[in-house]
């Protein structure tokens, strides 16, 4: 199998997307534009899906005049290795943002209670220290 590259966003989009719903390829444009504001040109996108069906990660198959896009069982063991390693990275750039409550100890990703100085879960923490 050719080493396939998802160092680009709509390489990524495409192979996410591709997980949730088979597609096809104006409809992958048309939804990575919606997520990310920038349209995807078809120069992208198809010689991307070709690769893919090429490794045996997508298959292809004719819906009228359309290709429609699928994950195979492998592509679907691809794409899910590739949302673990980005979850780790993500993970990883939000640990250094994780506060700890200094009552019960949780892990605080967004937002938290102040108090004197400290940081809580939320405000009945707070109170029971």
């Given at each position: 199998?050719?080493?396939?590259?998802?160092?680009?966003?709509?390489?990524?989009?495409?192979?996410?997307?591709?997980?949730?719903?088979?597609?096809?390829?104006?409809?992958?444009?048309?939804?990575?534009?919606?997520?990310?504001?920038?349209?995807?040109?078809?120069?992208?996108?198809?010689?991307?899906?070709?690769?893919?069906?090429?490794?045996?990660?997508?298959?292809?198959?004719?819906?009228?005049?359309?290709?429609?896009?699928?994950?195979t069982e492998e592509g679907e063991d691809f794409a899910s290795e590739k949302?673990?390693?980005?979850?780790?990275?993500?993970?990883?750039?939000?640990?250094?943002?994780?506060?700890?409550?200094?009552?019960?100890?949780?892990?605080?990703?967004?937002?938290?209670?102040?108090?004197?100085?400290?940081?809580?879960?939320?405000?009945?923490?707070?109170?029971?220290?």
């Amino acid at each position: 199998m050719t080493e396939i590259n998802l160092s680009n966003v709509n390489r990524l989009y495409t192979v996410l997307l591709l997980k949730s719903d088979e597609r096809h390829g104006y409809e992958l444009m048309d939804r990575i534009e919606e997520l990310t504001g920038n349209r995807p040109s078809s120069s992208h996108i198809y010689p991307f899906l070709s690769k893919l069906v090429d490794n045996n990660l997508v298959e292809e198959r004719k819906d009228g005049r359309k290709k429609v896009y699928s994950l195979t069982e492998e592509g679907e063991d691809f794409a899910s290795e590739k949302v673990e390693s980005f979850g780790e990275v993500i993970e990883a750039s939000v640990l250094d943002q994780v506060e700890e409550c200094e009552n019960c100890g949780c892990e605080i990703y967004s937002g938290g209670y102040e108090e004197d100085g400290e940081i809580f879960c939320c405000e009945h923490c707070a109170e029971s220290a």
